[in-house]
């Protein structure tokens, strides 16, 4: 089956009070439009049209972010959900298979929900999809007559029996592409919010004697984001999810209410997280590896066997091999660490290789930005790095090389040796004392003086 998708995104979100269009404000890690567009892209659609009106420019770049094929259409003013759509109209031109019409602040529509809405169109030319609500609030009113939708009814516009039906409407549609278009033609805005209702197509459908039915999911799947309080309760929502699927995946969560999960976070069997543990996007844990409490991921693979934290740092670009240790308070960026290697104190690695078995001394930095560029530090395997080793990028330390502790290293070292460069170490007996001594007088005569 042939699809396109319409998500509608042009709307302000007033209620957010942002200067950043709604659809952009992110949910686990990325913005709730990538959400929307991916339940969508399970379907393989042919077209993914993007209708943006406020921030068009942003809300564009976050979707061709996600998918650099879509296409854009913007719609200047926001005059209803029909006039959305039908400013998709030429993005759909020569398109003659299903349109599937979603708002880019929904982002818990499944794609099986989706797959059920395909299926129904086999039996009828339009599918709407609704839930019963558990408070139906100002939601449109599904009208059924036997399995025929008869029309959809706006709460400002329905009558108090109306607004009694808790059958309600999400707003996800899917219709034949040139029905649609030719449906939303007759709409007009004669309606308690002089908008151009979506809804409106189904009344209209009916009376020109085509098919109408409704397909029901999950009313959690039809959570919209609307403010900043539905924001962290879809977040929340989503968390509960992301959570519960790690321990059914065979993750064990010490504390699972304080880890926090991005969209695409991927976790290997009888890995352990400990409390309090963040996941930033593209995270890939492998098996039974253990991440203690209070560290912080993203952009990072850990392979097996490795243990993080606590109060552990890995940014993007991080790359873990098996069994790799790594401590608290050390943070690595853009980095690949061969297998068995410790860094396990105090320690920051950007831009650099660590060798197998390689051994990092606690404060180790590598200085890798000059102020201008960034470089690379290369460590070799079994390599031992002192103590608050300052290893000046770019440089090369090589394979079972030392370097003595508090050692700026600002040259190549090769294979085995021993690099120091630190000034000597100068001892002049009593002389502590007769600091100290010196020291304590003229305190005591300050004191009286004053
Ligand atoms: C809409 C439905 C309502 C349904 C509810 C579900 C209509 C007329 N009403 O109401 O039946 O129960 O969603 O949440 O369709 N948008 C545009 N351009 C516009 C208007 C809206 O892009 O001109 C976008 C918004 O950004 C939003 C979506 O369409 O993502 C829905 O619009 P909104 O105004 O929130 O519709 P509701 O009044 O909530
Ligand atoms: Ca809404």
């Keep these: 089956m042939n699809t396109a998708l319409i998500i509608l995104a042009a709307g302000m979100g007033t209620r957010m009070n942002s200067d950043i269009p709604k659809v952009l404000h992110p949910l686990a890690g990325v913005p709730l439009l990538h959400h929307a567009m991916a339940a ?102 599904l009208i059924l007559d036997g399995d025929q939708l ?48 979506l809804t409106d197509i189904i009344e209209i459908a009916r009376a020109k004697g085509h098919s109408a039915g409704v397909v029901i999911c999950d009313e959690a799947e039809t959570l919209g984001v609307n403010s900043r309080a539905q924001l962290a309760q879809a977040e929340a929502t989503f968390q509960q999810g992301a959570r519960a699927n790690a321990m059914a995946d065979g993750v064990t969560l010490l504390a699972p209410d304080t880890v926090y999960f991005a969209y695409d ?26 991440i203690r409490a209070f560290s912080h991921l993203e952009g990072c693979h850990v392979a097996r066997g490795s243990t993080i934290g606590p109060y552990a740092r890995l940014r ?18 853009n980095a690949t660490i061969g297998s068995g290697a410790k860094v396990n104190h105090l320690s920051y690695i950007g831009d650099a290789t660590i060798g197998n078995d390689s051994n990092i001394g606690a404060g180790t930095i ?33 394979d079972g090389a ?21 000034a000597p170490q100068i001892e002049k007996p009593g002389m502590a004392r007769r600091l100290m001594d010196k020291l304590r007088a003229a305190k005591t005569r300050q004191q009286r003086g004053s």
């Design 366 to 398: 590598t200085c890798n930005y000059d102020g201008v560029m960034k470089h690379h530090t290369h460590i070799g395997r079994d390599v031992f790095i002192g103590s608050n080793t300052m290893l000046v990028a770019p440089v090369q330390i090589g």
């Design 316 to 333: 993007p670009g991080t790359e873990l091999a098996e069994d790799v240790r790594i401590g608290n308070f050390v943070e690595i960026k």
């Design 40 to 141: 969508g892209a399970t379907l393989a659609p042919e077209r993914t049209i993007v209708v943006a009106g406020h921030g068009a420019a942003q809300v564009a770049r976050a979707a061709q972010g996600y998918d650099p094929e879509t296409i854009l259409a913007e719609q200047t003013e926001q005059l209803g959900t029909a006039h959305a759509v039908a400013a998709a109209g030429d993005a759909l031109d020569g398109f003659s298979g299903t349109a599937i019409v979603l708002y880019g602040d929904t982002p818990f529509i499944t794609p099986e929900t989706l797959e059920k809405m395909i299926q129904a169109g086999a039996q009828h030319d339009v599918v709407v999809l609704g839930f019963h609500a558990a408070d139906p609030g100002r939601y449109g009113r």
């Design 402 to 422: 030392m370097t003595g502790s508090g050692s700026v290293i600002t040259s190549d070292v090769e294979p085995d040796a021993l690099a120091l460069s630190r």
């Design 150 to 197: 008869t029309r959809i009814t706006e709460y400002k516009d329905a009558t108090p029996q109306e607004r009694a039906i808790t059958l309600c409407n999400s707003g996800v549609i899917a219709c034949p592409a040139p029905l649609l278009m030719s449906l939303i033609k007759s709409v007009g805005n004669d309606n308690a919010a002089k908008e151009y209702y």
């Design 265 to 290: 976070t991927v976790i290997g069997r009888d890995s352990v997280i400990e409390p309090h543990v963040v996941f930033g996007p593209d995270v890939t844990i492998e098996s039974g590896a253990t």
